[in-house]
Nanobody
Framework: QVQLVESGGGLVQAGGSLRLSCTAS????????MAWFRQAPGKEREFVAA????????HYADSVKGRFTISRDNAKNTVYLFLNTLKPEDTAVYYCAAGRLFASQRAYRTSANYNTWGQGTQVTVSS
């Protein structure tokens, strides 16, 4: 069974940057998909970014495209999310998730398709 542990959240001013990390342990499998979702208070969990397959195909939500970057280090079983030009509306708990390869963009963005989740890390952006 795979376990995911996130780190790197915190409090930052608008316009600032953070790096989130998600390290997988246990019976990891590849190529698969690793993704980041976020959930703000009173809102549904929403897709942020994903990296999938052997070549590392990238998928981004429109709201973060051009500001956030997802990458991975296979040797460390770690996926990163670089958050740049942060806005107050980016404030949320960010969750790492693991899943299989999907056949559509819509599938990558659907949280129910991911079977393993981390505990989440809080990101707070002050104005």
């Amino acid at each position: 069974q795979v376990q995911l542990v996130e780190s790197g959240g915190g409090l930052v001013q608008a316009g600032g940057s953070l790096r989130l990390s998600c390290t997988a342990s246990g019976r990891t499998s590849s190529p698969g998909t690793m993704a980041w979702f976020r959930q703000a208070p009173g809102k549904e969990r929403e897709f942020v970014a994903a990296i999938s397959g052997t070549v590392g195909n990238l998928h981004y939500a429109d709201s973060v495209k051009g500001r956030f970057t997802i990458s991975r280090d296979n040797a460390k079983n770690t996926v990163y999310l670089f958050l740049n030009t942060l806005k107050p509306e980016d404030t949320a708990v960010y969750y790492c998730a693991a899943g299989r390869l999907f056949a559509s963009q819509r599938a990558y963005r659907t949280s129910a398709n991911y079977n393993t989740w981390g505990q989440g890390t809080q990101v707070t952006v002050s104005s």
